[in-house]
């Protein structure tokens, strides 16, 4: 089965420094590759997503990377704010696969 | 609805107690997930459903746990004789494709085994 791993698991950083989140996985056959916000009291949100068959995608003051051979991809927020402050999660999957395993999360906090 | 609705929001049972959690999707969305997310965990995947199919029941963790879609559209996630151990926040997600791509969560039922 798939093992994940995200790092750091907490992240404080001052408005408008930019933030990294890195997740790790095991599961070679993951080949579909989200990232989730989730602030109290809700569900997660996905954010950005990757496929495998691309390096990296931006969004905005959002981006992902991702190194298939190294199995890892990370998220970056460039130009934070306060409202970046929420848990983060990765979910590395089989596309198309029932079984989302989701990462423990990375709690970041946003100093005003 | 706009989104995925979940109730009650919130749900306090005694041990021992059955409760019943209802998911509302998406209309016209195909796939129906529940996961379970302990405090300061991530979601952990209970039970897939496409259309009134379920396809994939492989993380309930127990016969306890039983859930339904009988019209393909309201899902509802039953769990008899509650224990403290059952406490957690109950995610329903849907989205549009039989596929995981493009999943949206409610805001989830917190339940609380006193």
């Known amino acids: 089965g798939e093992n994940v791993e995200q790092h750091p698991s907490t992240l404080s950083v001052q408005e408008g420094d930019s933030a990294v989140i890195k997740c790790t996985y095991s599961?070679?056959?993951?080949?579909?590759f989200p990232w989730y916000k989730q602030e109290l009291g809700k569900g997660p949100q996905l954010i950005i997503d990757?496929?495998?068959?691309?390096g990296e995608k931006k969004d905005q003051r959002i981006a992902v990377t991702l190194n298939k051979t190294a199995k890892h991809f990370s998220l970056h927020i460039t130009e934070t704010q306060p409202e970046d402050s929420a848990v983060y999660f990765c979910?590395?999957?089989?596309?198309?696969?029932?079984?989302?395993?989701f990462g423990a999360g990375t709690r970041l906090t946003v100093k005003p | 609805g706009a989104g995925v609705s979940q109730s009650p929001r919130y749900k306090v049972a005694k041990r021992g107690q059955d409760v019943a959690l209802r998911c509302d999707p998406i209309?016209?969305?195909?796939?129906l997930f529940w996961y379970q997310q302990a405090l300061g965990q991530g979601p952990e995947f209970l039970t897939y459903?496409?259309?009134?199919?379920?396809?994939?029941k492989s993380g309930l963790p127990s016969d306890r746990f039983f859930a339904e879609r009988p019209e393909g559209s309201v899902s509802t996630l039953k769990i008899q004789r509650t224990q403290q151990e059952d406490s957690a926040v109950y995610l329903c997600?849907?989205?549009?494709?039989?596929?995981?791509?493009?999943?949206?969560f409610g805001s989830g039922t917190r339940l609380t085994v006193v």
């Open positions: 997600a849907s989205s549009l494709t039989a596929s995981n791509y493009g999943y949206t």
């Open positions: 599961d070679s056959a993951s080949n579909y």
């Open positions: 990757i496929r495998s068959n691309v």
């Open positions: 979910a590395p999957t089989p596309y198309n696969n029932n079984d989302m395993r």
């Open positions: 209309s016209g969305h195909v796939s």
């Open positions: 459903f496409q259309n009134e199919a379920q396809l994939d």
